[in-house]
């Protein structure tokens, strides 16, 4: 058994900073991390980061405004308030610590625009901003000697007396199973993109967190508010930067009409990524796209811009998809990309489980609501792994280790992956579930939803449950066993995708990502409300929570 006052699931962003912010309050901290840490999803993100700087004559409240009125007024403003004054602080701060953003002609640091706001704010590092973030922040918790156990998959969490107490993990390159007591333990475990199929989200994205919070009683919250981003590459799904747009990039459809006049004629392309995803789909359901996509046009950029700022789309539109965006159209198509939901915390990443803190896109403190803003998750990582780290290293000093905790704590996750590994070898695979949950999740789950389709989803996930049950692990072996661990994702993508739909179900309105083609209207008199769902011994519990509103009252939402 390992000891640890702090305890860190996830080396992303959230996690890496929870853990610096926590080590340097002189707690002894370690982080446990499935991936080595810079291969986390992290270092995917690719536009930039949001902060309103004062002198810059930016005004954070105005961010707080973009952010709320961007969730549909589902997001909690107390939280809101905090992110976007604390942005422009924790953006100096990563500069210092050696991330080389972008500067304008003068040397400032340089801004994009991005989608919902009326504020050039985003700061990047060209087109691979969350690498640029990621990287640093190793450096710095290798610096201050956090200790780090690379490749090591969670299984469990312990809960003792109500209490988090630590977590049963199994160490991926033996097939050793460990417990690791801790007196806090902080959930950085990210997002869960591929219980839909296709996503934007790497492979490892599987909700891991959301299912481990969920098994140990800590209820998820919004997850019925799946962000799909409006610029995602035909077949493949990668992301092309909402910074595309940002820097000018058109879209447009198969009569060559820059649509979004009629659906946002003053933002336009830079409208929320619901509203341009829904106008997307209108086209492409409406007959003016071609082979289920529509188009984004750089060609207009000119060659510098595009080999300064926007590199890497440059190479992901040719090595994905064959086309040269100097001269050719992208085809692009709405795309899984964010989970808004997530577990329940406060503003300093508290969940409902004493001793167990999230932050990061596990996460719903909620300042992303019905839809995220893009590069507000970015931001979100940083100020909530931030204070997450900070309370729980506080919190710890006058608190001992659970004594219950030993060894054993481990039995049942031995006990069932032995169970695992016992089902007939020649039965069916992970992948072949895995497979149709996610093409069962965006077809019913995607960018519009109904009654029908949710119910239908809601029964297949039962279903796929039930095959579950008796999947095989064909391979017995210790040593990277990857057909166990994916196996093991399995389960917890299938907490998360009935979560989704359970709440789907339960939101009768539709706002933000949530649209539902037979309820079309957002009801603010019933729905400022946020849906939770708890497991229980008989099963899902729906509960609910309202907004926090504090300066602004929802109105009518255009762009
Ligand atoms: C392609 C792409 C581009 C994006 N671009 C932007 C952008 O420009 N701006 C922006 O604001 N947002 C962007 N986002 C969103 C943003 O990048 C993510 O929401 C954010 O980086 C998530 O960070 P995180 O620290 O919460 O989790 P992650 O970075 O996903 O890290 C999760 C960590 O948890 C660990 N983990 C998970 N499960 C287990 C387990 N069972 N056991 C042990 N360890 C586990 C993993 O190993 C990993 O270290 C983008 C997302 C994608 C997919």
New binding site residues.
């Given amino acids: 058994m390992f000891d640890h006052d702090v305890l860190i ?9 929870a853990a610096l912010v926590a080590r340097n309050n002189g707690v002894d901290v370690a ?7 810079v ?12 902060a309103a700087l004062t002198d810059r004559g930016d005004d954070w409240r105005d961010h707080a405004f973009d952010t709320v009125k961007g969730s549909d007024y589902l997001g909690d403003q107390d939280a809101i308030e905090i992110m976007c004054r604390e942005a422009g602080q924790e953006v100096i701060t990563m500069e210092h610590m050696g991330v080389i953003f972008n500067r304008d002609e003068k040397g400032h640091l340089g801004t994009r625009a ?1 989608g919902g706001q009326r504020q050039a704010r ?1 700061f ?1 590092v060209a ?1 691979f ?2 690498q640029a973030l ?1 990287h640093v922040l190793y450096e710095q918790i290798m610096k201050a000697g956090v200790r780090v156990y690379e490749e ?4 469990s969490l312990v809960v003792e007396d109500g209490a988090c107490s630590g ?1 049963v ?1 199994i160490e991926i390159r033996t097939g050793e199973i460990h417990v690791i007591r801790a007196k806090a333990v902080i959930l ?4 869960l ?1 591929r219980v839909f199929e296709p ?4 492979l ?3 909700g ?2 959301m299912g ?1 919070a969920y098994r140990a009683g800590a209820p998820l919250m919004d997850m019925e508010m799946v962000q799909y ?1 409006p610029t995602t590459l035909k077949g493949s799904g ?2 092309i ?3 595309a747009r940002g820097d000018g990039a058109h879209l447009l459809n198969s009569e060559g009409e820059r649509f979004m006049e009629r659906y946002a004629p003053s933002m336009m392309e830079l409208a929320s990524r619901d509203v341009v995803s829904r106008s997307e789909q209108t086209e492409i359901n409406e007959g003016r796209g071609v082979d289920g996509c529509v188009f984004l046009d750089c060609r207009h950029l000119g060659e510098t811009l595009i080999r300064e700022r926007l590199s890497q789309i440059m190479e992901i539109a040719r090595d994905f998809a064959g086309v040269d965006i100097l001269t050719e159209l992208i085809p692009i198509q709405p795309g899984m ?2 989970q808004m939901g997530g577990v329940k915390t406060d503003v300093d990443g508290q969940t409902s489980l004493s001793g167990l803190y999230a ?5 719903c403190v909620s300042v992303h609501g019905g839809n ?1 803003l ?8 940083l100020v909530f ?1 931030a204070r997450a780290g900070n309370h729980a290293s506080d919190a710890v000093k006058d608190r001992s280790h659970a004594a219950a905790v030993t060894d054993d704590s481990a039995t049942k996750d031995r006990q069932h992956i032995e169970e695992l590994l016992g089902h007939d070898a020649g039965g069916e695979m992970f992948g072949q579930i895995r497979r149709e949950m996610g093409n069962d999740m965006r077809d019913y789950l995607g960018v519009y939803r109904d009654q029908r389709g949710m119910e239908k989803a809601l029964s297949r996930i039962s279903e796929f449950k039930e095959r579950y049950s008796r999947v095989s692990v064909p391979d017995k072996g210790k040593t990277f066993n990857t057909n166990l661990l994916f196996t ?2 399995l389960g ?1 993508m299938l907490d998360c995708a009935e979560t989704i739909a359970l709440s789907a179900i339960e939101r009768t309105e539709s706002r933000g990502a949530h649209t539902r083609t037979d309820m079309p209207d957002r009801d603010d008199e019933q729905w400022l409300r946020h849906v939770l769902v708890k497991q229980t011994p008989d099963g899902p519990q729906i509960d609910y929570l309202p907004v926090v509103i504090t300066q602004w009252q929802p109105e009518v939402r255009s762009y």
């Fill in positions: 699931i996830g080396a992303g962003l959230a996690g890496m900073r982080v446990v991390t499935k991936v080595h840490p291969r986390s999803h992290s270092n995917a993100a690719q536009g930039g980061i949001n991005f985003t990047f087109d901003t969350g990621l090591w998959f969670v299984l977590a993990v950085a475990t990210g997002g993109g996503s934007t989200n790497a490892i994205c599987t891991d967190g481990l981003h990668v992301l930067t909402e910074g990309h964010y932050a990061g896109e596990v996460a995220r893009g590069a507000n998750s970015l931001l979100d990582t792994g093991l994702e917890f």
